[in-house]
């Protein structure tokens, strides 16, 4: 059966529905239905997108990693169509928690994880709460904003995030996405587009700001480096937003890490390189588990 093609629509996967603790616990449980997307058959792959993305991001990668494994995309609440929750502050330990409740509603109790981004940083901090229940654990380029992101990105973080939040339209999407890509024609107005569709409103720039100013990855880049557990990280070489230095600050903290650059790519190395990266991940696993 022909696979159609993956887009921004509720209407494409399925939905489970988690229970988030409430306003400091004084509250009733708020229920979250999050948007999930599964393809093939064989050791389950949960896919981790990261802010502001949806599982449109897997549109190239996650076909050809289901030839494999059961590849399960998911949009994390406050993003792609999953709900957006009063309750959620998107904190590193909320969002490494969610993972984890997301994994008990779709009844995975041990998977591998790729994380792209801020998303792999969720989810190595995910494993070190839990390591028992996964497997190998592959990060795309983790990590935070740097002073390479524009301005009205890096705003977000600070006192005046609403302003940039209110100020952020289409127009600016079609000027930054193509810095996301090594190569920025990748960029189209359909792919714009479909970005785009999912951040339209108050609800989603509020999620995205939140969890622009509530990211902190030194508290995973700590537990990491004293967990067991071993993780595979990926970078481009190209990479405009988060250059090489980082790659090369991660392998001095984190010794427990596997490293590999790819050449002629940029910051989303799985929409470029779909094909050759997902080689590298199921030569990894397999040989890992050899």
Not at 119 to 142: E, H, W
Not at 196 to 211: P, V
């Amino acid at each position: 059966m022909e696979q159609k093609p993956i887009v921004n629509s509720d209407l494409i996967g399925s939905f489970v529905t988690i229970e988030l603790p409430g306003f400091g616990g004084k509250h009733k449980p708020e229920k979250c239905r999050v948007h999930y997307l599964e393809m093939g058959a064989g050791e389950p792959l949960l896919l981790v997108h990261s802010i502001g993305q949806s599982i449109y991001t897997w549109r190239t990668m996650m076909p050809i990693l289901s030839r494999y494994y059961r590849v399960i995309a998911i949009d994390l609440p406050g993003f792609g169509h999953s709900d957006r929750p009063y309750s959620l502050s998107y904190s590193m330990d909320e969002m490494a928690d969610v993972l984890l409740m997301i994994m008990d509603a779709l009844h995975l109790p041990r998977t591998h994880i790729l994380g792209c981004t801020m998303g792999g940083m969720y989810a190595m901090y995910a494993m070190t709460k839990m390591p028992i229940r996964f497997d190998k654990v592959i990060a795309l380029t983790p990590s935070g904003l740097s002073k390479n992101y524009p301005l009205r990105i890096r705003g977000l973080e600070g006192p005046f995030g609403f302003f940039f939040r209110e100020s952020y339209g289409k127009k600016h999407f079609k000027k930054y996405l193509p810095l996301f890509y090594y190569d920025g024609t990748t960029a189209t107005d359909a792919i714009i587009d479909q970005y785009f569709s999912t951040c339209d409103d108050f609800a989603s720039r509020q999620a995205i700001m939140y969890a622009v100013r509530n990211f902190d990855e030194e508290p995973v880049i700590h537990a990491v480096a004293n967990c067991p557990h071993e993780v595979l990280i990926l970078w481009g070489e190209e990479d405009k937003l988060v250059p090489m230095d980082k790659l090369f600050e991660l392998r001095e903290k984190l010794t427990n890490g596997v490293y590999y650059s790819l050449r002629n790519v940029g910051h989303w190395m799985h929409e470029e390189k779909a094909e050759m990266l997902s080689e590298i991940i199921d030569r990894y696993i397999q040989y890992r588990e050899a």
